[in-house]
């Protein structure tokens, strides 16, 4: 903090200030009226890569980009002598060499107005329950698509197969080999549809305490048995997880579609390669669930890494939206399912991109009543 600042609080006062400033988790800059930075927090420090005492040496057109949205709330506050407010604004600096999503708030100092107060609200965990909610809408209109699919498509694909087994016995060698094709592509179809129709499924699940571990070893015995050679299965566990309360049978499909197209992008890039996969406990991930003044915390996190040729960073937002492959052939339906199940359990799933591979971050809730990790005594693996 700087000297002129510290004059404006009674010295008793300035330690605790500094110290409440540097707990926000958000970064926090002091701009005096020459754009002279004369205070950041421990967060700004992480978010602009530099010390307070190095940015202290700095103006704000030293650490972000010319013409920075930043600059104009910056000029606006003062302008205004109020709040300024800017949404969902790309932000850039030098040392970064990139650009994140932030929300920018500044607001001139009442006791001081020679200064102004920036904040950057990161939104990385907004766009992640905004694309989790599109995915939730994407998933609802599948099924109510599947629903009608099931209806109007797979009785007239029985009558269209009955009567091709009834026309074969009575044709000839050419004519058998298509009636033989009508009754394969008519399968397959059907199949298709029993695919979608389990989106139409809106049933409430089955739910019990599931040691979260239970479900990833026999999710990498189940890989390890079906995949072939170049593919290692590693795992990095908390140990001490609370449980979650869900379906362990939905949650290994989840995990396991997961696991199987990560080994599946190992192999297709021609590469030896590795899956991680790994558990931790993150607190203060708190969510509204939509509909309802409820707020749930999401502090169990399951990741599965891989270190394949990774997905393109245009295709990501839409991941989980039904249709949308990266599979030569695929159906673009396994990560709907695998979303709409992570939406069933009251989670979120995000793809995360690496600079090598690829990153699918599960959020879930825990069992209600169970206690922090560090009292949790888990059952045994199996």
């Keep these: 903090m700087s000297a002129s600042l510290k004059d404006k609080l009674p010295a008793p006062e300035a330690p605790l200030a500094k110290a409440v400033v540097d707990a926000l988790p958000n970064p926090l800059i002091v701009i005096d009226e020459m754009e002279r930075i004369c205070m950041a927090n421990v967060a700004a420090e992480s978010y602009f890569q530099a010390s307070s005492n190095m940015l202290i040496r700095h103006r704000l057109g030293d650490v972000v980009p010319f013409s920075s949205p930043v600059l104009g709330a910056v000029a606006q506050a003062r302008a205004t002598s109020g709040v300024v407010n800017e949404y969902s604004v790309a932000v850039g600096t030098p040392r970064l060499g990139g650009e994140r999503l932030v929300d920018i708030q500044t607001t001139v100092m009442h006791d001081a107005p020679r200064y102004v107060i920036v904040m950057l609200l990161e939104r990385s965990m907004a766009l992640k329950i905004d694309r989790q909610l599109t995915s939730r809408g994407a998933a609802r209109s599948v099924s109510g698509m599947a629903t009608m699919l099931a209806h109007e498509i797979k009785n007239p694909l029985a009558g269209i197969r009955g009567a091709a087994q009834l026309l074969e016995p009575a044709l000839g060698s050419e004519d058998r080999a298509l009636a033989r094709l009508i009754c394969e592509e008519t399968d397959r179809i059907r199949d298709l549809v029993d695919q979608m129709e ?134 673009g339906l396994g990560l709907a399912l695998v979303a709409k199940i992570v939406r069933d359990h009251g989670g979120i799933i995000e793809c995360v991109g690496r600079e090598r591979g690829t990153t699918f971050r599960v959020l879930l809730p825990m069992l209600r009543g169970a206690s922090a990790p560090r009292d949790f005594e888990g059952e045994n693996l199996p």
Excluded: M, W
Aim: glycine share 10%; proline share 9%.
């Design 198 to 331: 389990v989106f139409s499924d809106e049933r409430p699940l089955e739910k019990s305490p599931v040691n979260i571990h239970a479900v990833l070893e026999r999710v990498k015995r189940l890989v390890n048995a079906g995949i072939g050679q170049g593919v290692t299965v590693r795992e990095d566990y908390d140990p001490s997880l609370p449980p979650v309360l869900g379906n362990k049978d939905q949650l290994v499909q989840v995990f396991l579609n997961l696991a199987k197209n990560a080994a599946e992008a190992i192999q297709q890039g021609g590469e030896a390669g590795e899956i991680l996969l790994t558990t931790a406990f993150r607190p203060g991930i708190r969510l509204t669930v939509p509909g309802t003044s409820e707020r749930i915390t999401l502090p169990l996190e399951v990741c599965v890494h891989d270190t394949g040729p990774g997905v393109a960073e245009e295709l990501r937002p839409n991941i989980f939206d039904p249709f949308v492959t990266t599979k030569p052939g695929g159906k």
